[in-house]
């Protein structure tokens, strides 16, 4: 189901043909679709742990447990004003000591807003 399947049914039958046919109509029933919010935004990094090796790669996925509707992500890294990227995933390549930082993602399906905690990456 989506949101938009909420409304008013009804089900009718029609029984015969030819000049006497014979039909009936349901009451209507009223539907509504609730959304879920979100929640338990959780985040991963590869390699895990959080540590990663000047140099190397670093790739961070953000994963909702419940919620509904398209849902939108937004990387962040604490004391960085823009976001970082969108997405479920945030990849950075060749990692350099100013990457180094906690980092959180965002989830929005448009109506709330949910984050994943903080999680501290130490470039080695």
């Known amino acids: 189901l989506q949101l938009y399947h909420s409304g ?11 000049q006497s046919p014979w039909s009936e109509k349901s009451a209507p029933v ?3 679709v609730h959304g879920v919010p979100l ?10 742990g959080g540590q990663v090796a000047l ?4 790739v961070l996925s953000c994963a909702v447990t419940a919620g509904t509707g398209p849902l939108s992500f937004s990387w962040h890294r ?5 976001p970082l990227g969108t997405g479920p995933h945030l990849e950075l ?13 965002r989830a929005s399906d448009g109506d709330s807003v949910a984050e994943s905690p903080l999680l501290n990456i130490t470039v080695l």
């Not at 929640?39 to 895990?48: E, H, I």
């Open 55 to 58: 140099g190397d790669r670093l």
């Open 30 to 32: 009223t539907v509504t």
């Open 8 to 18: 008013r049914y009804r089900c009718s039958v029609r029984v015969g043909s030819g």
């Open 78 to 82: 604490v004391g960085s004003g823009a």
């Open 93 to 105: 390549h060749h990692i350099g000591d100013e990457d180094s930082g906690h980092y959180q993602c």
């Open 39 to 48: 929640s338990r935004v959780s985040l991963s990094a590869q390699p895990p």
